[in-house]
């Protein structure tokens, strides 16, 4: 083999190798500026905090502080008036975390230093933008919710946008909320996985469907808003076909929607009915499920999932449907319209106000 065909061969794994390094070293050093970003906010928060609690400084030192930061530094950005009340108010939210250099050392050196609150690790606080900061304390009150979405966003890599469309859907109270046989048919984590991967409701409002309508138009409506679609089933979902065709005994079957999840490293059958949850569909998943495992699954798969799509469900009939079947299935249900719990809802600002609020982070 000649030298030139030597290079030829290798020379596009090399290039690869590279632009994958320049590209890590980026994202890191994206992330680094970040971090200081973050810790600095919240370090001139805990400065404005200590001398309001010990000295009785009023709010009137804030419009003081953002003009005279400007006047001596106008080339540096983010320290208006509204950003300071906002270090403020991000340090009180999280003063129980130490988020500044110190501690960062002390974590390098080995030596231990108490988290004092477990629900906001202290990595997942740094890497997130201010912008997503400010929109999860704006949005959200509960603690444990905002913590629920900051692990929400790092895994699923939500932009800002994409994180407040998740929370104005509720999405931390309709994940792992179908209903399903996991626990009897998957070994754990497996089970615990597959649970978490699936929601209920869906919400689907990005159709524009009108009762009555037909289950093939629902199919082609998801299709033609596959992005959105997919969006909506989560991360990890890989779309492989529609009216996916299957033969079995010299009969031709056609599964209505067939996806691959990166992350349960498995088939997933969808199949969408109109109306109300009918214990006959389960059976119906079981074959393609068992087909699909017979026909398509590498040995190295997990067993295929199924997911049945109705408008309604009886929590108790689709449990009954589901003890008598052995292939992993969920039923969920879907809504065309998207519709907040009351008490969510009403504690949550407008978009317009939410809009407002983040126009102006200088």
């Known amino acids: 083999m000649t030298d030139k065909t030597t290079f030829s061969l290798h020379y596009p794994g090399l290039l690869a190798e590279i632009k994958q390094r320049i590209q890590s070293a980026q994202t890191r050093a994206m992330l680094g500026v970040n971090a200081e970003l973050i810790r600095l906010y919240w370090e001139i928060g805990q400065m404005l905090d200590a001398r309001q609690e010990s000295e009785g400084w009023g ?21 208006s008036e509204r950003n300071f009340k906002r270090m403020l108010a991000f340090y009180r939210a999280y003063r129980d975390l130490n988020l500044v250099p110190q501690a960062v050392a002390q974590i390098e050196t080995g030596e231990i230093v108490p988290q004092a609150v477990a629900l906001f690790p202290r990595e997942v606080m740094l890497s997130l933008p201010w912008g997503h900061h400010l929109l999860l304390m704006e949005k959200l009150k509960d603690s444990e919710t905002r913590s629920w979405y900051m ?26 909320k179908a209903t399903s046989n996991f626990a009897l048919r998957l ?51 890989a779309f492989v076909g529609r009216q996916y065709h299957v033969e079995v005994g010299d009969q031709d079957f056609y599964i209505d929607l067939l996806f691959y999840h990166l992350r349960l490293r498995c088939f997933i059958v969808i199949e969408l009915k109109r109306g109300k ?52 299935i969920g039923v969920s249900t879907f809504d065309l319209t998207r519709a907040l719990p009351t008490e969510l809802a009403s504690s949550l600002p407008s978009i317009e106000q939410i809009e407002r609020e983040l126009t102006e982070l200088t």
């Open 59 to 79: 709010s009137a030192v804030i419009p003081r502080l953002a003009r005279d930061i400007h006047n001596e530094l106008p080339e540096e950005k983010g320290f």
């Open 151 to 176: 692990r929400a966003t790092m895994t699923n890599g939500w932009s800002r946008g994409m994180l407040q469309m998740q929370i104005e859907s509720a999405a931390h109270a309709r994940q792992g």
């Open 187 to 237: 070994p754990p984590p497996q089970s615990d996985l597959a649970r978490q991967t699936l929601k209920d409701p869906y919400l689907f409002d990005f159709l524009t469907l009108e009762e009555p309508f037909r289950e093939r138009e629902l199919e082609t409506g998801l299709i033609a808003h596959l992005e959105k679609f997919l969006l909506e089933l989560g991360q990890g979902f």
């Open 277 to 328: 949850f009918k214990p006959e569909y389960a059976g119906k998943m079981n074959f393609y499920c068992g087909v699909v495992d017979d026909v398509l699954k590498h040995q190295n798969d997990a067993p295929t999932i199924g997911l049945i799509l109705c408008q309604q469900q009886n929590e108790v009939i689709a449990e009954y449907a589901l003890r008598g079947v052995d292939k992993p």
